[in-house]
């Protein structure tokens, strides 16, 4: 039943060269189809332009960007400031 199989692999087994080249080409094989995986499923991100801000960050104020509790606004505030919670 299963002779075919097992008169393959003695052969290929039989010489180490003939062995390392069968292990190389399945590497290549899997490492090929591994590309076309992940080129298959390629995921989808969005990078956003300076460009394409919107319009109210361009002119928002200095004091507009810092946001409550950011650590720029903290910086700027000193150590011992008391720390700011948003409105509810």
């Known amino acids: 039943m299963f002779t075919i ?15 390392s080249l069968a292990c190389a080409l399945a590497l290549v094989g ?3 189809w591994s590309r076309l995986i992940l080129m298959s499923n390629m995921p989808r ?9 919107p319009h109210g960050a361009a002119g ?8 409550a ?3 720029q606004g903290r910086a700027q505030d000193g150590p011992n400031a008391e720390p700011r919670v948003p409105p509810r």
């Open 69 to 71: 509790g950011s650590a």
């Open 45 to 53: 991100t969005a990078v956003a332009d300076d460009e394409a801000a």
């Open 5 to 19: 199989p097992r008169r393959f692999w003695a052969w290929l087994t039989a010489s180490k060269p003939r062995f």
């Open 60 to 67: 928002a104020s200095p004091s507009d960007k810092r946001g």
């Open 30 to 32: 899997l490492l090929l």
